[in-house]
């Protein structure tokens, strides 16, 4: 019996991925569904975001413009 597993994303919403090969299933399959797994908890874009160093002002800019980008959205969504 195999088992996938991969760690949570910074947010800790979702808790660990687990994936369990059924009885009859193919190692590939398994991992093709682990894969779907991790994308779907945004393992991988906590990898990437993690992998070069922001600094805080940066930060800041960003999450602003994201905030922003929500807010027309809703406000777009309300017409």
Do not use: W
């Amino acid at each position: 019996m195999y088992r996938f597993f991969a760690d949570e994303p910074e947010g800790g919403e979702k808790g660990m991925v687990f994936v369990k090969v059924r009885d009859a299933e193919h190692l590939e399959e398994a991992l093709k569904r682990f894969k779907r797994e991790c994308e779907k908890n945004g393992i991988l874009k906590e990898i990437k975001r993690r992998e070069t160093y922001m600094p805080p002002s940066v930060k800041r800019k960003i999450k602003s413009q994201e905030a922003q980008r929500r807010a027309r959205r809703t406000k777009r969504r309300r017409y």
